[in-house]
């Protein structure tokens, strides 16, 4: 077993409250103050990922107290009255006020393990109406201190919203923290607040670099109120500071909605941040929270469509969503896999803390393993014996566990009508072993969240198992790959599977070398260029989110569009490749035009130098925009009514980068004026049917995605370029376990291929 200490230093992100007792934070966290975008110097001023100016936010950070974090989250615990809860219900929260709860129906709130552990009045028939006339109405208005009766649309609240942010991480930390521990049973808030004060400051830069480009008039930004439902395991950085916060500053209004359970953490930072609000003499309508039963939040969502509404949760959900509300942008999570060639008691212990941190309850948390044939049974079951039983949750943050169950909970199901899983006999925690990845047929893998739950796959990796294991791991998306293997074969094996797979973390660990210990799925720090993202498989993303979640990234650039002014003044670059400039000349619409040549700048200026190096210390990562899994194709479809400019966007990404020849074109037979283009470039294409390319078959891993392209359906808008971009390519990072390590980045610049670059 690895001790506390080191467990706390290799887990990277263990990334997830009650308004009373506010007072009662004495402990104080002290970060220290950095500049923000707007005194740095810059030229193309882009905020994309993989920008040159997105890799300067990443520098001279602040630096939190750990001891202050835990003191003040162990005090604000000790001194938490339980009874408030249930003596102030969650109510919903409108233009600053809460509603009258008395004449609605009063409910039991419950935990993350079943338990009751509040009380909340649903908004009654009147109040939703109230509710729905305010999201459908609202105009964020600026402090009209000099009663003048004029009205000033509010775009720039980062003054006020960053004091608030600040108090936040320095006087309200035990709030957010233990609230936290007591709803969700988060065992490790320290280190989320801890990445927080980091990932915060290179999230305000993003901003500061977006305002900026709308005050040049090249973008703008949607301001209609957004929705943020919440995720329990992380809502304070990722709902209250990256989606409520970020999006608040820049002049958008944020609607909470309630949860079937695990709500009053994030109902109690609601009335926190609306109580700081006012005392900034911010507009009190700009923040709402949706006290209601899930049927009257669909109804609100559905007849008040707006702006985004931001999810973190299941695919299952994220459909769910995703069927309401189009504008649903969302993080889903997937079968987390650690690959080892070789097993030992280090292995072991990653296996045992990947699957059960935080109770398994983090995105980041193993599912899957893949062992060699060798390993026994008895071994297996040997991962278990150890994993921790955590009395409470706040047992585990007064001793910093971050690993462990809580047995027997009731939050959460688990595979107990599954014959095919073995319960340990003394752990709560089940598996089930196999000779090849579980098969599932169209369904993704069950997460069984908050329950220790690992399939085994017993594969040798010869070439045809990579490319088996390759091909399901990009069928089932996984946030995180681990690998693991000898340190003078780890490397080749490493960059196999990241040539052939679509992930957005990776990681390389050794099985042998004392320095480059056993790499775990629950590992990165993205305040340190250890980009996050929970991806859906590409070839079904749209299901399930309007883009995928990048993180750090600026959340209000999810609904920012170009200004077609901008993009029409955009003229073809004399310095793009010849056939290129071809290409984008027979585009007939300028706007559309525009944003091609807008595209294919940012790609030039996003893999000048890619990947880049990470920030870290106690890793080696290396990050950028990577080209589709190597040996898979993207098919675009083009219907008989699509035209040159429908396609273009998307067929340039591909044409002027090194994804050159993993595109396809099929086009409808009747489509006679794609058909003339590509013969007069010299495009490749297939001409079929509708129902001839809907029944072609794929050898198994061929396929990486099916863009179909129908036209005259498009809005006339134009997405951020890095919102853009990631709908068809794959980011993100892989990192050694080891730091400086420069055998890695040595041994993946020499045998990758993966990495995206522009042709010229």
Not at 390 to 403: H, K, M, Y
Request: hydrophobic share 35%; glycine share 6%; charged share 20%.
């Amino acid at each position: 077993m690895m001790r506390s200490s080191v467990v706390q230093r290799m887990l990277g992100r263990a990334v997830a409250s009650s308004h009373g007792n506010i007072s009662t934070t004495t402990s104080t966290s002290t970060i220290s103050v950095v500049p923000t975008m707007s005194v740095m110097s810059s030229t193309n001023r882009q905020f994309h990922f993989g920008s040159t100016d997105y890799s300067r936010t990443f520098r001279n950070l602040p630096k939190p107290d750990i001891e202050a974090l835990r003191n003040s989250s162990t005090e604000y615990l000790q001194s938490f009255d339980p009874k408030l809860w249930y003596d102030e219900p969650i109510t919903s929260l409108l233009n600053g006020s809460k509603l009258p709860g008395t004449t609605g129906t009063k409910v039991d709130t419950t935990d993350a393990f079943g338990n009751v552990n509040g009380s909340q009045y649903l908004a009654t028939p009147e109040q939703v109406a109230q509710l729905k006339q305010h999201i459908a109405t609202y105009t964020a208005k600026a402090n009209n201190s000099n009663n003048n009766n004029t009205t000033t649309i509010t775009k720039d609240l980062r003054q006020p919203l960053r004091k608030i942010e600040h108090a936040l991480l320095t006087e309200h930390t035990g709030f957010l923290i233990g609230n936290q521990c007591l709803d969700f049973g988060k065992q490790d808030g320290i280190t989320e607040l801890e990445e927080s004060i980091m990932a915060n400051t290179v999230e305000q830069r993003l901003n500061d670099l977006v305002l900026s480009q709308e005050q040049q008039g090249k973008i703008y930004i949607q301001r209609q109120p957004i929705y943020v439902s919440c995720v329990s395991n992380f809502t304070n950085f990722l709902d209250l500071f990256r989606k409520t916060i970020r999006s608040i500053e820049v002049g958008i209004p944020a609607v909470i909605l309630g949860r079937s359970n695990t709500q009053q953490h994030a109902y109690r930072w609601t009335l926190l941040l609306a109580e700081l609000l006012a005392q900034e003499g911010v507009d009190p309508g700009m923040l709402t929270f949706l006290s209601c039963s899930l049927d009257d939040i669909k109804d609100i969502t559905q007849s008040c469509p707006a702006g985004n509404l931001y999810a973190t949760c299941s695919r299952a959900l994220a459909a769910d969503m995703m069927a309401g509300y189009p504008k649903t942008v969302a993080s889903t999570g997937g079968p987390n896999t650690l690959v080892t060639t070789e097993w030992n008691e280090k292995v072991a212990a990653a296996v045992q803390i990947s699957a059960s941190i935080e109770c398994a309850g983090q995105c980041t948390a193993l599912r899957h393993v893949v062992a060699p044939p060798t390993v026994d049974d008895a071994s297996i079951k040997q991962v278990f014996d150890g994993i921790k039983e955590i009395p409470t949750p706040q047992f585990a943050v007064e001793n910093a566990l971050f690993d462990g169950v809580f047995r027997d909970h009731q939050g959460s199901v688990a595979p107990s009508n599954d014959d095919s899983y073995t319960h340990h006999d003394k752990v709560d925690a089940y598996f089930r072993v196999g000779d090849e990845p579980p098969v599932t047929g169209d369904d993704d893998l069950p997460e069984y969240w908050r329950k220790v739950v690992v399939d085994f796959s017993k594969m040798d990796l010869s070439k045809p198992n990579i490319d088996k294991l390759a091909a399901w791991l990009n069928k089932h998306q996984p946030i995180s790959l681990a690998i693991n293997g000898p340190r003078d074969q780890v490397f080749e094996l490493g960059v196999q599977l990241f040539d052939k797979t679509g992930m957005v973390v990776y990681t390389i660990g050794s099985t042998d070398d004392e320095e480059h210990p056993p790499a775990l799925t629950c590992q990165a720090r993205p305040q340190e260029a250890e980009v996050f993202g929970e991806f859906p498989p590409r070839s079904r993303l749209t299901e399930y989110t309007r883009y995928p979640v990048v993180v750090p990234s600026s959340t209000p650039s999810y609904d920012a569009e170009y200004s077609k002014d901008y993009l029409t003044s955009l003229a073809v670059d004399e310095f793009f490749n010849k056939s290129s400039k071809a290409l984008l000349e027979d585009i007939q619409d300028g706007a559309t035009r525009g944003f091609c040549v807008e595209v294919i700048r940012y790609l030039q200026d996003a893999t000048m130098k890619n990947p880049k190096m990470g920030f870290g210390t106690s890793r080696t990562a290396l990050w950028g925009l990577q080209r589709p899994p190597i040996g898979t194709k993207t098919w675009i479809r083009c219907g008989v009514n699509a035209s040159w400019d429908d396609l273009a966007p998307v067929y340039m990404l591909f044409h002027t980068t090194n994804a050159q020849e993993q595109v396809e074109l099929s086009i409808d037979p009747a489509n006679d004026s794609i058909e003339a283009l590509c013969i007069k470039h010299g495009l490749a294409y297939t001409s079929e049917t509708e129902e001839s390319f809907s029944s072609k078959e794929y050898q198994p891993g061929e396929l990486f995605n099916i863009v179909p392209v129908r036209g005259g359906e498009s809005s006339g808008s134009f997405p951020m370029a890095g919102q853009f971009v990631s709908l068809y390519f794959p980011l993100g990072h892989i990192k050694s376990t080891m730091p400086k390590d420069h055998e890695f980045s040595t041994k993946l610049d020499q045998l990758s291929n993966k990495w995206l670059t522009t042709l010229f």
